[in-house]
């Protein structure tokens, strides 16, 4: 079975301040996919990123970026220089090859960036 | 490009009702989904679509609930009757759907559902 567990449900922080949300998995599959959605206050969902299985290098993205460790099943997510824009609901999923195309969510981390 | 469209964006109704909750997904993805997302129990996929025929339908809660796509641009998610229960915010998302796990899904802004 797979699962995705966020421990932290709520982190507040300032603004600029870096944070870290952590994202650990578990599967038996050795071809998985690994995703960030935000949910910001207005509720819709949406698409960060998505890594595969095979591809453990870090990703970059502006203020965001990852860092996929599979000796440890972690995809953990760092705003840098945080703002007040990022204050959402940040979900961790996970679909396997073998689970078809079921994302498996984590619970969700509550961000408040604080001005 | 045009998102996920969902459509009522909101709805209330009276316990007994029947609810009907609609979904265009964004042009050329093959694979439809049908997210349920509550307090007590996070984002659950109810029920996905590949080429309009449902694939994986084990998260559909009980028979008062079913889905339908009739064709590539359209589905429905019904209940009936409805129950205080089923409040909650329902997602529609889709995907390219080649067959891959990899395609990433795309949401829809969501049906927030009241029954009271």
């Known amino acids: 079975a797979q699962k995705v567990t966020q421990a932290q449900t709520e982190i507040s922080v300032v603004e600029k301040e870096d944070v870290t949300l952590d994202c650990v998995y578990e599967?038996?599959?050795?071809?998985?996919?690994l995703f960030w959605y935000k949910q910001p206050p207005s509720g819709e969902l949406v698409f960060l990123i998505r890594r595969n299985s095979f591809d453990e290098q870090n990703e970059i993205s502006g203020r965001y970026s990852w860092n996929f460790q599979k000796s440890t099943s972690s995809f953990n997510f760092t705003i840098t220089a945080s703002q007040v824009v990022d204050s959402a609901v940040y979900f961790c999923a996970l679909v396997t090859q073998g689970g078809s195309e079921k994302l498996v969510f984590g619970k969700g981390m509550k961000l408040t960036v604080n001005p | 490009d045009a998102g996920v469209i969902q459509s009522p964006r909101h709805e209330v109704t009276e316990m007994g009702q029947e609810v009907t909750l609609r979904c265009k997904p964004i042009?050329?993805?093959?694979?439809l989904f049908w997210y349920r997302q509550t307090m007590m129990r996070g984002l659950e996929l109810l029920i996905y679509?590949?080429?309009?025929?449902?694939?994986?339908d084990s998260g559909m809660p009980e028979d008062r609930f079913s889905a339908k796509m009739p064709n590539a641009s359209f589905s429905t998610l019904k209940i009936q009757p409805s129950e205080p229960r089923d409040s909650a915010v329902y997602f529609c998302?889709?995907?390219?759907?080649?067959?891959?796990?990899?395609?990433?899904?795309?949401f829809g802004p969501g049906t927030r559902l009241t029954v009271l």
């Open positions: 679509f590949n080429n309009n025929v449902p694939i994986d």
């Open positions: 599967t038996r599959d050795t071809t998985y996919y």
């Open positions: 042009s050329g993805h093959n694979s």
């Open positions: 998302a889709s995907s390219l759907g080649r067959g891959r796990a990899a395609d990433t899904q795309y």
